[in-house]
């Protein structure tokens, strides 16, 4: 049922779930959601906390896979895992792996009172999420063209 979900590739998804899959598609490779919803926006979001994923499909775009989050420990970006790596060893993952342009953000509130701090990498449509110096979550989305339309893989 599942392959190689571990392998995250930017502007392309994950091995086996790219992005511009369906709703049907993610159930099928992944089985029931822990949680469904829709947004005002049409948005669909489905979790899979058996998976450590959060996938949304977006309304505007026929229901397509655009957004993608994990907190699985195990995902690995260009094969090389992350999770629990800091700030700066992230900052120079992304310089000189990615070779992307990146921008750190203050910090905010997390849900349990901590302050998370992130890092965009808008280079590759990439956020990398941290509580205590420690990266926990990471979010990507589609490449897009110029006319602001998605491009799916």
């Not at 977006?58 to 999770?83: K, M, P």
């Amino acid at each position: 049922m599942i392959t190689d979900l571990d392998t995250v590739r930017l502007f392309h998804g994950l091995d086996g779930l790219p992005f511009g899959s369906t709703v049907s598609q993610a159930r099928d490779l992944l089985g029931s959601p822990s949680s469904e919803a829709v947004d005002e926006y049409g948005d669909t979001t489905l979790e899979f906390q058996q998976h450590g994923l959060t996938l949304t499909f977006w309304g505007d775009y026929e229901n397509r896979l655009g957004y993608i989050g994990t907190e699985r420990a195990t995902a690995a970006v260009s094969g090389v895992c992350l999770f629990e790596a800091s700030e700066a060893e992230v900052a120079e993952f992304i310089r000189d792996v990615l070779s992307g342009e990146f921008s750190e953000r203050d910090g905010c509130e997390h849900e349990d009172g901590q302050i998370q701090t992130w890092i965009d990498c808008d280079t590759h449509g990439v956020t990398f999420w941290f509580l205590d110096d420690a990266l926990y979550s990471i979010d990507w989305t589609c490449a897009w063209s110029d006319n602001d339309r998605p491009i799916w893989p």
